[in-house]
């Protein structure tokens, strides 16, 4: 039987209590670490990258990407270039993407969505996955 915890909402965090009575066997545990980024756009021509490696096949990578001013955009690019996952046109000031992985280097582009827009933008960045 497989069992797993979650928020109510996505993208809200807390602690939380998990108690199993009876016999078990082969106890995992999965835990998602989590890295956020807070930045800043120069203007809405501005694009930033970040790059990760994933070290275990089917990792599951799970990114957020917010802006209080205006739409964003953020795509996840494999070392061949091609777009593995992400959302490039947005869909407003909030997007997320759940992609699983092969092994191997990677970059998230992130940018506002608006190639017009000329006045800064602040942006927060969660990137999270799973390690055994």
């Not at 009575?21 to 809405?44: D, M, P, T």
């Not at 992400?86 to 969505?113: E, F, K, M, R, W």
Request: net charge positive; aromatic share 12%; proline share 2%.
């Amino acid at each position: 039987m497989k069992k797993s915890a979650a928020t109510a909402f996505r993208g809200s965090r807390g602690n939380y209590q998990l108690n199993i009575y009876g016999k078990v066997e082969n106890l995992l545990q999965r835990q998602s670490q989590e890295k956020v980024i807070n930045g800043n756009w120069a203007n809405g021509k501005s694009v930033d990258q970040y790059t990760f490696e994933v070290t275990a096949n089917n990792s599951v990578l799970d990114v957020e990407l917010s802006c209080p001013d205006y739409g964003v955009s953020s795509y996840i690019v494999n070392d061949k270039g091609a777009t593995v996952g992400g959302h490039i046109y947005g869909g407003g000031n909030y997007v997320y993407d759940i992609v699983s992985l092969p092994a191997g280097t990677y970059q998230i582009y992130v940018a506002p969505n608006n190639s017009f827009e000329t006045r800064s933008g602040n942006y927060k960045l969660v990137v999270s996955w799973l390690f055994k």
